[in-house]
């Protein structure tokens, strides 16, 4: 095995370097005061911002109050949102490790309840009380939930200016760049699939339309941001069983996002219409990745796979075969935040503790 294995090696978009390919997947925490993130955030990155990864992507974040998924989540929508957020990047600067802010709107799919107040929509026996939800279509996005009020198209300006002020207010944070949600039947993805976008508008009927919104966005971030900042897309590249969206839709937004200056597309699935989430599907490790791998080779975008992602083996060679350029993962890391210097041990990477803090590194050389 030669001293570095594809893994550990660098990327770069634009004017940002990920020391490897390892990178923390966004990972809703609920735990937010009014959009504001915390102590417990400031925590839960600090495992992460400590053990080699090479890249971090923090939870869906609201753009605007009613575009958070629950009241727990957090939010850019306000400018005092932008110190919390401060302490979690100032984590990941100390180690060199690039952060991004996932910015979304959880359109169709906002005003739930909290994970283990079982993930519903609210009601009005909730100690928070529901809000408008709005999406293309008045669909709920499943049986029961919430009648989304369908968006008038002279608000769709607002829309993708929020998610503009939001990226603007990330920055000011002190991330290095963005991730546009675009996946799991919140707003953008509901624009792009079929079963949700029932619209006759500019914004709905054939692919160019259902795309509209999505690029529109995409395109007020990039001129929101620095030439050298880098925009990723996290895209559901197909429905849930029983939708519509086809990976053909999304290798064609993936070329007009490339073209309106995204970087990378992280390839996710499912979330509409079922809105099952993905661990309760049973899917086989790695199962996302030929979408990442389709979408790389066709468009030419640089691809971050994700999905059951768990063997150090395996990570290598999604990079190494050229599958995609990053990979990403949140349930291992929730059991097992070293998991990068095991991988680092396991691919037989020659000083491993080299991708830790250096204190740690210092004395984990000398034990070795
Ligand atoms: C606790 C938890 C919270 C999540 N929150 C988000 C989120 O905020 N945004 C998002 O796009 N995906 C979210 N996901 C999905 C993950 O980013 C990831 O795509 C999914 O869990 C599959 O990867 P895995 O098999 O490595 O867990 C979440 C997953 C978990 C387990």
New binding site residues.
């Given amino acids: 095995m030669s001293a570095r294995p594809p893994l550990f090696t660098p990327f770069s978009l634009r004017g940002v370097t990920f020391p490897n390919r390892i990178v923390l997947?966004?990972?809703?925490q609920y735990q937010a005061d009014d959009g504001a993130p915390n102590d417990w955030h400031v925590t839960h990155h600090g495992r992460y911002a400590s053990s080699g990864i090479g890249g971090a992507i923090a939870?869906?974040t609201g753009v605007t109050a009613e575009g958070r998924i629950s009241p727990g989540c957090t939010g850019i929508y306000r400018d005092d949102h932008v110190a919390g957020w401060k302490r979690v990047t100032d984590l990941y600067r100390r180690q060199g490790i690039p952060s991004f802010l996932?910015i979304g709107h959880a359109g169709p799919k906002a005003s739930t309840k909290r994970p283990w107040d079982g993930a519903g929509p609210l009601d009005d026996g909730s100690d928070e009380p529901p809000w408008q939800t709005v999406a293309p279509s008045a669909v709920p996005a499943r049986e029961g939930w919430h009648t989304p009020r369908a968006l008038d198209q002279s608000e769709m300006p607002g829309i993708a200016a929020a998610f503009a002020e939001g990226a603007k207010r990330a920055l000011a944070a002190g991330f290095d760049g963005v991730e546009i949600?675009g996946?799991?039947g919140y707003l953008l993805h509901s624009f792009m699939s079929p079963w949700s976008n029932r619209r006759t508008d500019l914004y709905g009927g054939d692919l160019a339309g259902r795309m509209r919104l999505p690029i529109e966005v995409a395109r007020a971030v990039r001129a929101a941001v620095p030439e050298g900042t880098p925009v990723l897309y996290?895209a559901s590249c197909v429905d849930s069983a029983g939708g519509s969206l086809t990976l053909d839709d999304t290798v064609a937004l993936a070329a007009e996002l490339r073209a309106v200056g995204v970087d990378l597309m992280d390839c996710?699935g499912g979330g509409i219409p079922t809105g099952q989430r993905?661990a309760a599907q049973k899917p086989e490790p790695g199962f996302q990745v030929p979408y990442a791998e389709r979408i790389r080779h066709e468009t030419g975008l640089p691809t971050m796979a994700?999905?059951?992602?768990t063997d150090p083996a395996h990570a290598n060679a999604i990079v190494a075969e050229g599958r995609a350029d990053l990979i990403s993962?949140?349930?291992?890391f929730?059991r097992e935040p070293a998991w990068p210097y095991r991988a680092a041990q396991e691919l037989g990477m020659e000083d491993p503790a080299s991708i830790l803090p250096k204190l740690y590194a210092f004395y984990l050389r000398i034990a070795a």
């Fill in positions: 997947a966004p990972m809703c939870e869906a996932q949600h996946a799991h996290r996710s993905l994700v999905g059951m992602i993962m949140a349930r291992q929730l």
